[in-house]
């Protein structure tokens, strides 16, 4: 390579590729560093040119630029929805590799390595190895050495020893990085009031990290390096401020000078939330980079307690940094909703008040997955607001102009406001009764419903007249999750006499089943082989086990920590969302608080209060076979 094949004019080459062998840009990488006069001068036609060997220079200057970028990529800390942070990595790697090949076939440097010998110099301890460095070399290296590397990414679970965080919490996060979905210097913090060591949070979360299935690879090695970068504050029981101050100070010593994110998982009792929101807005939100709260519900008891505390936290953060998360909406059927509706063109076109004689939205826990609605919260404030509300919304909204969060958001607060407030007579509280505590330790919870059947209408264009029939319960004889589209019967069907005298039992349905398997059925009109012209009435059906492999799908916490992390807020309820959905509710709740409505008994491990067969007669709508 000759000399002349390094002279470019300094503005052309910090902006404009060269068609010459020397393809490194080396003006544009002088431009970043200090350079020395003795290193090179300027000709008066502003031609940059090299002293000391212009080939031998322009392979060494190459090889710099290669190896800062290849270290500034692997420090990367950036995320892309459902990429993991390896995959990432890797494609830097790959890009590095290639513009490596690259200098290797133009300088026939082919023993040239960024780790080893790039400018002659050994790495590792600073000593020259082939040829003599211009002094610019060095100050370079130093320079880049000075650079901090603190973690990119700070996730604080504020009630660390709690059982949620314990069971479900770490878990979840230690799977995202198991999988590659959280960075490589990612710090985890433990925040409680007990006077625990790192080594002790290390101890209690270690027993409930596993795995994915057929990901068994470094396994241990994988959770030794997560726990080793998990870490413990003791808030301490007098002041929250004290503690998070002492988090906010733990994590700063970690971040180092890194421009870092920090993500806080507020797992605490309701009556804690407010306090311990305000005292990390005060004392512990990032200084450089950006930080979001984790919210979990109920989000307050009525309308009115939700509005003071939307305030409180609205006072301390803005609007997009709040996720207020229910796990159940992480689930792989929520997310399916608007795949189904907006990407095929059977379902779309029929999805209206012509087509749709009603919609069922069912949660039936069974014996074995009854959870308790104590603390006077109840089904309707824990799982009807928030889970069953949000699946509702998802269904019936119009198609986004986006599928940014925001957008989907503002189409999913539309229909909440379009949403009828609550009839108390279109609705049926129930409760469990058991006479001990034998079955699972479970106990009645004064006048709080488990059950709660209800019968809902969206008075907008699209679904005026159509019910939205709810079904929510626990202690039950089936573990259920499922929605159910019924459409209307066929105008005039020839084959009424064939279908029977039920009708009903020809209707098509179409069956979005989360448990007790995953499934997606279209239940439709066929004939029984034969001589005879006999209906039966049959379903395609795409079950998730025989399809997918079902234990790769990830926990609902995983999926939803993930969109944290990611900046994805569409299924997490904003401000106007939640209180739109108390609107909805408040007839109900006033009714209950005031004239302390008692609730339908019904056995422990039945089929729920009678009543709620009644009601959906009334709404002419057919019970779903149990």
């Given amino acids: 390579m000759s000399l002349a094949n390094c002279l470019l004019p300094f503005s052309q080459s910090a902006t404009t590729p060269s068609s010459s062998t020397c393809s490194c840009h080396l003006a544009a990488s002088f431009s970043n560093f200090p350079v020395s006069s003795r290193d090179l001068s300027a000709s008066r036609n502003e031609s940059l040119v090299l002293n000391g060997g212009g080939s031998n220079l322009c392979r060494k200057f190459c090889g710099l630029k290669l190896w800062i970028l290849k270290s500034l990529n692997l420090k990367q800390g950036s995320h892309r929805k459902h990429q993991p942070v390896n995959e990432l990595k890797t494609r830097s790697e790959h890009t590095f590799l290639s ?54 990414l700070c996730i604080a679970v504020v009630g660390a020893t709690g059982e949620l965080a314990r069971m479900k919490i770490f878990p979840a996060l230690f799977a995202l990085y198991y999988s590659g979905y959280l960075p490589e210097d990612v710090a985890i913090f433990g925040f409680s009031r007990k006077n625990l060591t790192d080594e002790d949070l290390r101890s209690i979360i270690a027993s409930t990290l596993t795995c994915r299935v057929d990901h068994q690879e470094n396994c241990g090695d994988k959770i030794a390096v997560f726990l080793s970068r ?53 004392k512990a939100q990032a200084p450089r980079g950006w930080t979001r709260i984790i919210v979990e519900k109920p989000f307050g008891f009525n309308s009115h307690s939700s509005h003071l505390l939307t ?17 159940m909406l992480g689930r792989n059927l929520i997310e399916n909703l608007t795949v189904l509706r907006f990407s095929n063109l059977v379902f779309e076109p029929l999805w209206n008040r012509t087509y749709i004689r009603n919609v069922q939205v069912i949660v039936s826990e069974s014996i074995a997955q009854t959870e ?22 998802l269904l019936a909204m119009e198609p986004p102009i986006s599928l940014d969060g925001e957008d989907i958001r503002n189409e999913k607060v539309k229909v909440l406001r379009s949403i009828r407030k609550l009839d108390p007579r279109n609705v049926i509280l129930g409760q469990y009764k058991s006479s001990s505590q034998e079955k699972n330790g479970v106990v009645l919870n004064g006048v709080d419903p488990t059950y709660c059947a209800a019968a809902l209408y969206i008075d907008n264009a699209r679904w005026d007249g159509v019910p939205f029939l709810v079904r929510v319960g626990t202690g039950l ?65 795409l079950l998730y086990k025989d399809r997918y492999s079902t234990h790769e799908v990830p926990d609902s916490y995983e999926h939803l920590i993930h969109d944290v992390i990611d900046g994805d807020n569409h299924l997490f309820m904003r401000s106007d969302e939640v209180a739109a959905a108390w609107n909805i509710l408040s007839p109900v709740l006033e009714e209950i608080d005031k004239h302390h409505t008692a609730p339908e008994l019904y056995e422990f491990g039945g089929r729920g209060p009678v009543g709620a067969y009644y009601l959906w007669a009334k709404h002419g709508v057919p019970w779903a076979d149990d």
């Fill in 230 to 282: 998990t870490y413990y504050i003791n808030g301490g029981y007098n002041n929250n401020r004290e503690g998070m101050s002492r988090l906010a100070e733990r994590m700063k010593q970690i971040e180092g000078e890194s421009k870092a994110n920090r993500i806080f998982y507020l797992s605490v009792p309701q009556e804690a939330l407010v306090d311990v929101a305000c005292t990390i807005g005060d």
């Fill in 311 to 327: 305030k409180s936290i609205l006072s301390k953060f803005e609007e997009r940094q709040i996720y207020r998360i229910d796990h």
């Fill in 99 to 152: 513009d490596e090949r690259g200098f290797t076939e133009e300088t026939k440097a082919a023993d040239l390595r960024p780790e080893e010998n790039i400018l002659g110099i050994d790495l590792s301890d600073g000593y020259h190895k082939v040829g003599d460095l211009p002094p610019l070399s060095k100050q370079v290296l130093e320079g880049i050495s000075d650079v901090q590397r603190g973690a990119s």
């Fill in 372 to 393: 308790k609605y104590s603390d006077g919260y109840g089904i309707i404030r824990d799982i009807v607001h928030s889970h069953i509300l949000q699946t509702i919304a």
């Fill in 477 to 541: 004889i089936k573990h259920r999750v499922e929605i159910r589209v019924q459409f209307r019967h066929v105008p005039g069907n020839l084959y009424r006499e064939n279908i029977g005298i039920n009708i009903d039992l020809g209707t098509n349905e179409l069956i979005l089943r989360d448990e007790p398997d995953e499934a997606i059925l279209v239940k439709i009109n066929n004939k029984v082989p034969g001589l005879g012209l006999q209906l039966d009435a049959s379903e395609l059906n």
